[in-house]
């Protein structure tokens, strides 16, 4: 138990944990996964954008179609990108503040991006390049804040999908959701477990035992959708003004 580390170096004083009885969490108690419909990612995409402007649109349309974890993708910076190749290489985190020089499973991986990823990372690229013009931005960090600020923690981003969520028609799904999203898409269209496996950290076996009920269950409307998502978005979304951008950020913070 974390309290036995802490009083090691306090002998003398009494652990109240110490006789504390615990339970070990079964497989069945574990959070499922709970990936979103194409149909429902596009409208929670699209609202999020129209709700909170193209910086905090991209953020959560890129995860959707790379599964990146929130913490590596709020530490990305610049020199992670490959934009020749279509590759972003992930190799560290940020939790709760505090750069992390590993991933969560402490191995480094390169995500390969589908047409879809691509463009949304270029679109964020040319916002952060006009950001950095305008003197707002004086660190690497590829994800931002309207304003130029980089996302340091996750509370920032949650806290407006929640509220973009909460408004739709839609069944609330934690943001990690859209991790759970892009696996079981590829997936679905027939991507090769392993191939999955490795471009989002997971173990091939949680492929297999967590995933593949999702994968079985797709029929070729939802195959299709999907195939389309991942190389283009659904319709021409208009050049974001960052002014509106600014204006929405201020408001949200008074």
């Not at 471009?199 to 995933?211: D, K, N, P």
Request: hydrophobic share 40%.
């Amino acid at each position: 138990m974390p309290f036995d580390f802490g009083y090691r170096h306090h002998p003398e004083q009494y652990n109240p944990a110490r006789n504390l009885r615990s339970a070990r969490l079964r497989r069945n108690d574990r959070l499922r996964i709970d990936p979103f419909p194409i149909q429902d990612a596009e409208t929670l995409i699209e609202a999020i954008h129209r709700d909170w402007g193209e910086a905090q649109g991209n953020y959560d349309e890129f995860r959707f179609f790379t599964g990146l974890r929130p913490s590596e993708e709020i530490a990305l910076v610049l020199t992670d990108l490959d934009l020749a190749n279509g590759i972003v290489s992930i190799h560290r985190a940020r939790v709760g503040d505090v750069e992390r020089n590993c991933t969560k499973t402490g191995e480094g991986r390169r995500v390969a991006l589908c047409p879809r990823a691509l463009l949304v990372l270029k679109e964020q690229l040319a916002l952060r390049a006009r950001l950095e013009a305008d003197g707002k931005i004086d660190h690497d960090y590829v994800f931002v804040q309207s304003n130029g600020a980089p996302l340091s923690n996750l509370q920032y981003p949650q806290w407006r999908w929640r509220g973009t969520l909460g408004a739709l028609k839609l069944r609330y799904r934690r943001p990690y959701a859209a991790r759970h999203s892009s696996v079981s898409w590829n997936l679905m269209i027939g991507k090769n477990p392993l191939w999955v496996s490795k471009q989002h950290g997971h173990s091939i076996e949680t492929m297999l035992r967590v995933y593949a009920a999702w994968a079985e269950g797709a029929v070729e409307a939802d195959i299709a959708a999907i195939n389309r998502a991942m190389n283009a978005r659904p319709t021409k979304r208009p050049q974001t003004n960052l002014a509106v951008d600014l204006a929405l950020e201020a408001a949200a913070t008074h």
